[in-house]
């Protein structure tokens, strides 16, 4: 699992911070749509990631892991910015 690019961060802030509903679309083709609140570290393997962590639109704990997204849409009217693709 590669890192996220650090310009990324930036996104994933504004996305915690102002409490936006995104769709978030993974390698493995899993789609998760809700709201995250915060990033923490979580154990995966072995091996340490960062993840943010939300409710989905149906108010279920959501935890991500950041190198495991790839697009991030926004889905919140007046947001900073649309979408991200995380390559």
């Not at 570290?41 to 892991?65: K, M, T």
């Not at 790839?70 to 919140?76: E, F, G, N, Q, W």
Request: hydrophobic share 40%; charged share 20%.
């Amino acid at each position: 699992m590669n890192p996220i690019k650090c310009t990324h961060y930036d996104y994933i802030e504004l996305l915690c911070l102002y409490q936006y509903r995104v769709k978030l679309t993974l390698h493995s083709g899993d789609v998760f749509i809700g709201k995250f609140s915060a990033t923490t570290l979580v154990n995966n393997n072995n091996q340490r990631y960062e993840a943010i962590v939300g409710v989905s639109d149906i108010q279920q704990p959501l935890i991500v892991i950041l190198p495991d997204i790839t697009r991030i849409d926004v889905l919140s009217d007046k947001a900073k910015f649309d979408h991200l693709i995380l390559t």
